[in-house]
Nanobody, 128 residues
Framework: QVQLVESGGGSVQAGDSLRLSCAASGRTFSRLLMAWFRQAPGKEREFVAVISRSGITTRYVDSVKGRFTIARDNAKNTVVLQMNSLKPEDTAVYYC?????????????????????WGQGTQVTVSS
């Protein structure tokens, strides 16, 4: 089983930046497809970004393209989400997700059910 621990959330003003980190253990990190999801109050958990096992390929939901960047360091077993130009609508609990068996695909957005391991989440609050 993969253990995932997120950090880096907080409360910021619109236009500010935050950097979320996720530390993984329990499996060979380079074999894990890694992603970030978020869940706002009263809404379903939504896909934010995914990164391939090599770190070469990434995909984002349209609402964060150009503002968020996902990256991974396979030597340090970490994945990060750099969030710039934050907006109030980015307010949510952000979750790191991993899956050892899921193949990377870029033709559609991932569903939360497609990832088998989750962190506890970290709150991001953006005020206007």
């Amino acid at each position: 089983q993969v253990q995932l621990v997120e950090s880096g959330g907080g409360s910021v003003q619109a236009g500010d930046s935050l950097r979320l980190s996720c530390a993984a253990s329990g499996r060979t990190f380079s074999r894990l497809l890694m992603a970030w999801f978020r869940q706002a109050p009263g809404k379903e958990r939504e896909f934010v970004a995914v990164i391939s096992r090599s770190g070469i390929t990434t995909r984002y939901v349209d609402s964060v393209k150009g503002r968020f960047t996902i990256a991974r360091d396979n030597a340090k077993n970490t994945v990060v989400l750099q969030m710039n130009s934050l907006k109030p609508e980015d307010t949510a609990v952000y979750y790191c997700a991993a899956d050892e068996n899921r193949a990377l695909q870029t033709t559609r957005l991932y569903r939360s059910q497609e990832f088998g391991s989750w962190g506890q989440g970290t709150q991001v609050t953006v005020s206007s």
